[in-house]
């Protein structure tokens, strides 16, 4: 089976610009759960998705939304990117949803200028 | 209170020896728990998930929970160089609508 794929794997952008990540789970996986990575906070959850429909939501303010399409494939944004968005950003697949056994893709490194 | 914590480290451990990591939560009634490897550079991977009280062995991996003291722990027996990586303890907040929820990561080092 083909593991988690994220595209695209490094993204340079500017202070206010926008930027969408996408994430596609492993094949038959209904839940993507999107996760922020940065040395000082660590994995932060952000969302998860199962079958189209948010299912949990991380504390991060509303410029970061997603959603996830109905071949499981999911995407995030970040709308109006400031500097401490520059973090890896990582999306994991699992069979249903709010479990704790995901298999993470190998993220996206974001980079704000 | 955070919702799980690590102690950050890092640990430092000669090879042959055990390391051994802990975590502790907040939310208590937590049912699932989980344990992550990321090596530098690299995404997560679980290594161990356990649902019950008492120990879980896996090769020379044990994960050992204790529901009533909301305290979950991984014992790496005859630790080698490969170990050396950063360990993520994992919770699924019944509290949160099972939300999962990482703690901060110990890192660990094996000594040749």
């Known amino acids: 089976k083909a593991g988690v794929t994220q595209t695209p794997r490094y993204l340079i952008k500017t202070r206010g610009q926008q930027v969408t990540l996408s994430c596609s789970p492993i094949?038959?996986?209904?839940?993507v759960s999107w996760y922020q990575q940065t040395p000082g906070q660590g994995l932060q959850f952000l969302f998860e998705?199962?079958?189209?429909?948010?299912?949990n939501k991380g504390n991060f303010p509303g410029r970061f939304s997603g959603r996830q399409f109905s071949n499981s494939r999911s995407e995030m944004n970040v709308s109006t990117l400031e500097l401490g968005d520059s973090a890896l950003y990582l999306c994991?697949?699992?069979?249903?949803?709010?479990?704790?056994?995901?298999?993470f893709g190998p993220g996206t490194r974001l980079t704000v200028l | 209170q955070k919702e799980v914590e690590q102690n950050s480290g890092p640990l430092s451990v000669p090879e042959g020896a055990i390391a051994s990591l802990n975590c502790t939560y907040s939310d208590r009634g937590s049912q699932s728990f989980f344990w992550y490897r990321q090596y530098s550079g690299k995404s997560p991977e679980l290594i161990m998930s356990?649902?019950?009280?008492g120990d879980k062995e896996d090769g020379r991996f044990t994960a050992q929970l204790n529901k009533a003291s909301q305290y979950v722990s991984l014992l790496i027996r005859d630790s080698q160089p490969s170990d050396s990586a950063t360990y993520l303890c994992?919770?699924?907040?019944?509290?949160?609508?099972?939300?999962?929820?990482f703690g901060p990561g110990t890192s660990l080092s094996v000594i040749p």
């Open positions: 356990i649902y019950s009280n």
């Open positions: 994992a919770v699924n907040l019944k509290t949160s609508y099972d939300k999962v929820i």
């Open positions: 994991a697949s699992s069979l249903r949803s709010g479990s704790g056994e995901q298999f």
């Open positions: 998705y199962f079958s189209e429909t948010q299912r």
């Open positions: 094949s038959g996986h209904r839940s």
